[in-house]
């Protein structure tokens, strides 16, 4: 479904937030609230779902790995409490 008309703002937000978010190695996600930086640095399969392995690295601390189900990975950046930047395929050599 494409936004219907113009340069509607919210029309662009709900098409964009209706799209599906496909993590993958590499991607960087954002924490607004602690400013943290984090990298996907792994997908595993698990019985209960998929589990993504972050990576962060918070200013001034050494950084941390934290396990997450993809599906609070993925409902946290919809909900606007990460931000996502896929990774670009620049970055991969």
Known sequence: MKPTG???PYEILLHKL???VKLQV???LFE??????GEVT???PHPD?????IRWRPEDHLPHDSEYFHKKVVR???NGEYEYSPKTPASEA
């Open 6 to 8: 113009g340069n509607n």
């Open 18 to 20: 209706r799209q599906p």
């Open 26 to 28: 590499g991607d960087v």
């Open 32 to 37: 607004p609230l602690s400013k943290n930086t």
């Open 42 to 44: 792994k997908i595993t």
């Open 49 to 53: 779902g998929k589990l993504v392995k």
């Open 76 to 78: 946290s950046i919809k």
